[in-house]
């Protein structure tokens, strides 16, 4: 058992909780049973899975498993609230760019809960991965993990995209569209671009469109939606016309 | 300028993020400039604006302006990064119960930026109120008012509803629904009722339902939405054989 803040897989544990760490490793770390689970059953393969003493067996009798110390793991976690799994992880391979019926293009969400809510609503609507950019949250940081909910494993985000390695018809969500979302009658592939928490979508992406919709809502409300509620209504209506729903 | 924190008003003012004492009180903090802006062009009448030495006039030149110290104000604050201003407002009048076109019933979301996010979304679907329950989180605590972007003080929520306080007809959102909620054409008054983050709706609330309606999703996707973005697509839905869009 790990007993010691000194120890250098423990060391290494909390550095991840940077950026800048990350991307010079290539690691992440996720944190909490039901992360890891979702990552194992995925077929991720773990480098370690830091456990407290009291874990459960299918995570403390893995072959990469390391005990830790509980108040000792608590401090190496950023969600605090202390987790008893903590899975590190390489990053995952990049979905191909340029395919699938319907991509979300995000470059400029920049709260890593958006950025994480937004991995999981796609992965309800669409099997084509989300294509963020450089200037958006790192969809591998603690809280966007957490709020993607284990689909990050599922559907590996595309983390530096660009609009022009993207395929299909664009369309950029804008309160400015004269399009109600709901309206549009496209075949696929379809691109969704949506624009920033706090500035929207620059007039190069509008520019760059071939429609720009809108969704519409009633007068006397807020003017703007959340920007994981305006992109997941508009995957949900986009994707009607692609996905053929399958009864379970 | 008050330069100590054991002032009386900036002992209260932190005290505000406890529940306990914002139910106890009646009050409640709005953090930042944005928050506490939205607050007073919604025509509410604050007890006290706390600002910081460089606030800007139209806070600091306030009747109920209190000038304090900058560190000592980003101490009482909940969301950290030093806001300078901070209004201490009384708990808004609910909104009447029973009436209204589309009303989303949401008992048992816990996470206050989902109670803060449905009811920035409700917002923009519907001028009728959120109804929460005791057991919801407080949608006065900062970060549900911070996810909430100002409409908190435009559509005061109910916090203590009960679904029987509500007419209308009952749409329970629910993966075992049976009708498409895109499908549904019902008129108005509509009360759309959603569950909580790990547990869903209850066999109650299903039972109490006139329709159970799901959100059509891809197979082999998440098995569920965050409960926000399934509150928001189901409002987007049902408002639209309410609403009549007005142009700008």
Same mark, same amino acid.
């Given at each position: 058992?790990?007993?010691?803040k ?54 403390a009798?893995?072959e990469?498993a ?6 000792? @793991? +608590?401090?190496?976690?950023? &969600?605090?609230? #202390?987790?008893?799994?903590? %899975?590190v992880?390489?990053? /995952?391979?990049? *979905? ?13 969400v ?8 937004i991995?999981?609503s ?20 603690p ?10 494993f599922?559907?590996p985000p ?6 022009a390695?993207l ?14 979302i709901g309206?549009?009658? @496209? +075949?696929?592939?379809?691109? &969704?671009?949506? #624009?920033?928490?706090?500035? %929207?979508?620059?007039?190069? /992406?509008?520019? *760059?469109?071939?429609v ?17 509620m305006?992109?997941?209504i ?15």
């Amino acid at each position: 058992m790990i007993t010691s803040k000194d120890n250098p897989h423990l060391k290494d544990l909390k550095k991840l909780q940077q950026k800048r760490f990350r991307l010079r490793t290539g690691k992440f770390a996720a944190e909490g049973e039901d992360l890891v689970a979702a990552a194992l059953s995925a077929g991720r393969q773990p480098e370690t899975i830091f456990c407290a003493p009291d874990a459960p067996p299918e995570f403390a009798g893995h072959e990469r498993a390391l005990i830790v110390d509980y108040d000792l @793991l +608590a401090g190496a976690c950023a &969600l605090g609230s #202390g987790a008893r799994v903590v %899975g590190v992880f390489a990053h /995952l391979a990049q *979905a191909p760019v340029g395919g699938g019926a319907l991509t979300l293009f995000a470059p400029g969400v920049s709260d890593p809960g958006n950025v994480g809510t937004i991995i999981r609503s796609a992965a309800a609507f669409t099997d084509s991965p989300v294509c963020f950019a450089n200037e958006s949250a790192d969809p591998y940081s603690p809280k966007a993990l957490r709020a993607a909910m284990g689909t990050t494993f599922t559907h590996p985000p595309q983390s530096d995209s660009q609009l022009a390695d993207l395929r299909g018809t664009i369309v950029a969500l804008d309160a400015s569209g004269s399009n109600d979302i709901g309206q549009l009658e @496209l +075949a696929a592939p379809i691109v &969704l671009a949506i #624009g920033s928490e706090r500035d %929207g979508l620059g007039s190069e /992406l509008i520019e *760059a469109a071939d429609v720009v919709a809108r969704i519409p809502m009633r007068s006397g409300g807020p003017e703007s939606l959340n920007v994981a509620m305006a992109a997941t209504i508009a995957l949900y209506e986009l994707s009607k016309g692609i996905n053929q729903e399958t009864t379970k």
